[in-house]
Each structure stands twice: as structure tokens, then as C-alpha cells.
């Protein structure tokens, strides 16, 4: 069975890459891959996105919202969690982190804000979920904003990470999909393998995860 050339179809308001296989010239039948799924299966997509944008524009409402103060919720797609959405919200929520439990370091040798996001920096760096590329784009006081490039179409997701004023030593993040409709639990993953790291370092979920 032989490979031609990739053709394209539409789904979720964007243009997504499908493996057509030809048995003869009478007989074609087109296989519907997943985004996700063609950058595991064929390197050769990858002059695809060469031709093709599958980077997506940056959204404009990223960074810490004023009223209420904290990060953006997340759209009605299934490729988002952020800790600002609902508890209810099983889809997209996803609870904050503590880089000072009570339970650990938080009662015995408390870091200060600046150690922490020392340590959320190290972690970032270090950890490639998915072998995506991290390229932190933004850095304040107070959040961190860092690009998730995937390795061969180029695709990219936002993930913000808030360290809210006040006492208490919580960590607000948001990871979402610039792009499609479904991540196959991509940005979920990510953010529970920089947590796992974190927690090496003495941080911890503020609830289960």
C-alpha cells in the first residue's frame, strides 16, 4: 500500500493534515488522523509544516486578568485546564499548587516567592512532557508565561503560571492548545509532570489532581 501526498480537510475551524492512502487509481481511501496522532506516526508531515502556520496567533487575553484578579478561564474546547475555572468543572479545572505546604517545608524551612519561581524555572526548563520544546516568552515578579512547541508541525501551547500577592505561597497556572478542539489530554499530562518535579523540591497540590 502506497503513500501519496497529504491532503487536507476541515474540522474545528482549522485545517488538519490526513494521510491519504492509495491501494490503486480506481480504489483511494483517505484515513482521518488526529492532529496529535500524525506528529507520533509519520516524520513526514513534517515539510508540512513547513508549507502550512499550525503555530496559531498568540491569544490576546493572556496574562493576569483584572476583575477578577487571575488567569483566564478557558474555552469551550477540551485542550485547557486552568485553575481559575470551577471545581465542578472536570474538564478544565485543575487545582493550584503550594510551594510551602503546611504538611512539608511550609512548617519547618519556608522558601521565599523568588526561590520558588527559581524552582518552577528549573523545573520548566528541564521537563519536556511530549518532547514538546519550552521557550519561556515572559517573565515578571509575579508570572511566567512559556510557549510549548510540539517537535514536528510546530504547533504550540500556552501555559502561564501566577504567583498571586498576599501570605500564602499558591500557584495559579493555565496550560491550553492554541489550536483544534481535543489535546488527548496533552496539557494535563504536562502540568502533572512539572508538579510531580516540583514536589522533589518540596511543592505539592493544594487538592487532588
Not at 513534517?46 to 483584572?66: C, E, H, N, R, W
Not at 501551547?157 to 488527548?184: C, H, I, M, T
Request: proline letters at 7%; hydrophobic letters at 30%; glycine letters at 6%.
Amino acid at each position: 500500500m502506497a503513500i501519496s501526498s497529504p491532503s487536507y480537510y476541515y474540522k474545528s475551524n482549522m485545517f488538519l493534515p490526513t494521510i491519504v492512502s492509495q491501494q490503486n487509481s480506481h480504489d483511494t481511501n483517505s484515513t482521518h488522523l488526529g492532529r496529535r496522532e500524525i506528529i507520533l506516526r509519520s516524520s513526514e508531515i513534517a515539510l508540512v509544516g513547513a508549507i502550512f502556520q499550525f503555530s496559531g496567533t498568540k491569544p490576546d487575553y493572556l496574562g493576569v486578568q483584572k476583575n477578577p484578579p487571575g488567569l483566564a478561564l478557558c474555552p469551550a474546547t477540551k485542550n485547557c485546564i486552568s485553575t481559575s475555572e470551577n471545581m465542578s468543572d472536570y474538564t478544565h479545572y485543575a487545582p493550584p499548587w503550594n510551594y510551602n505546604p503546611e504538611d512539608g517545608r511550609g512548617s519547618k524551612k519556608p522558601v521565599s516567592k523568588e526561590v520558588a519561581m527559581e524552582e518552577l524555572l528549573q523545573v520548566i526548563k528541564s521537563t519536556k512532557p511530549d518532547k514538546f520544546t519550552p521557550r519561556i516568552m515572559e517573565k515578571k515578579d509575579d508570572y511566567i508565561r512559556v510557549e510549548y512547541e510540539s517537535p514536528i508541525l510546530g504547533f504550540v501551547d500556552d501555559v502561564e503560571f501566577w504567583f498571586p500577592p498576599g501570605k500564602k505561597s499558591v500557584v495559579q497556572y493555565r496550560s491550553a492548545s492554541r489550536l483544534g478542539n481535543s489535546d488527548f489530554d496533552v496539557n494535563r499530562k504536562r502540568i502533572k509532570a512539572l508538579r510531580l518535579e516540583l514536589e522533589k523540591k518540596g511543592w505539592s497540590s493544594e487538592d487532588s489532581f
